[in-house]
């Protein structure tokens, strides 16, 4: 595939959002400003690996003929760093064709998590915990930036449901992955004749919604103000600062009460309950153009599942791409970046699919 004639859309594309963002006007809407600034961030971003393996292939040309030449130590010199050569032009290619395939604008954007647990009893509790603390490891890793919103410790140990912000570069290309019903095998601590257990925990993951793309009418909400539960500190459990907030339209509800403030409180529970209804809009126009869309998270049963944590075999296998790894405590630390990146490289392959196939459609 010549990629020359779309690395110059992509050129064209970025210098026309120089010149929007360039324009005071842009900025009387908001939502758009937004938009528009995030795309040029990330075009900026594509014009520089562009040019990075324009650079990177021509240092490679120049290698293979210099390892052709009569100059047996030059040729020597040349032929060792072509490996390396090569395995760049391959990721910077990867990530020129990742930025020509159409993309959802909500990948920019910062995110919500939700973990709760599942079948499985104490151990589905557990295993949100080991999500959590891996994902929030993982976030560190990144130099993301997590807030706890929302936590429901369960009885014995780990979390009957936890919900966090994540906020970062890219933050929700890559989550999105999680969103669905993870299950863990393994023998549980409170096992005493060494059986494996099945249990599970579900993972929603949410794009942030900013006040421009889901209007919430004042009317429209039941706000309580009620005493924080759970094993908050003291002050967290001896003032009213807990909020639900109902939307009485859609039935949605959203309970915030970690904070020791009220307001803050209030704004973390609206942020959630905004992020649901703009993740439901959202859901909606998509369901226009696929029909057969899957459902973000289903019951939260044992075979339902999109990701397999095996302790006993050290396996992780994700069964939407059918990879396997086999360092699980590695990965339960938050070493997910390799995920991340097969998940990635299967989803920009069936992209580049569909986009070459739109010629013979038309």
Known sequence: MDLAPHIQKIRDRFKSLEDTLSEPDIYNDPRKANEVTREHSRMKQSVQDAEALEKTERQLRENQELAKGA?????????????ALEKETERLRTRVLDAIVPHDPAESRDTIIEIRAGAGGDEAAIF?????????????????????????????????????TVTGTNVFQKMRFESGVHRVQRVPATEAQGRIHT??????????????????????????????????????????????????????????QDARSQIKNRASAMSVLRARLYERKKNEEDAKYAAHRRSQVGTGERNEKMRTYNYPQNRITDHRINFTVYSLELFMDGDIEEMFEMLLKNELQEKLHALLQEPEQK
Request: net charge negative.
């Open 71 to 83: 100059d047996a130590e030059m040729a020597a010199l040349a032929l060792e760093e072509i490996p």
């Open 128 to 164: 949100a915990g080991d999500l959590l603390r891996m994902y929030l490891r993982y976030a560190e890793r990144t130099g993301w930036k997590t807030e706890i919103l929302d936590a429901s410790p369960a009885e014995f140990a780990g979390y009957k449901e936890v919900v966090f």
């Open 199 to 256: 249990s599970t925990a579900t993972v929603a993951v949410l794009p942030k919604a900013e006040e421009v793309d889901v209007v919430i009418k004042p009317e429209d909400l039941e706000i309580n103000v009620k005493r924080a539960g759970g094993h908050g500190g003291q002050g967290v459990n001896t003032t009213d600062s807990a909020v639900q907030i109902i939307h009485k339209p859609t039935g949605l509800i959203v309970v915030c």
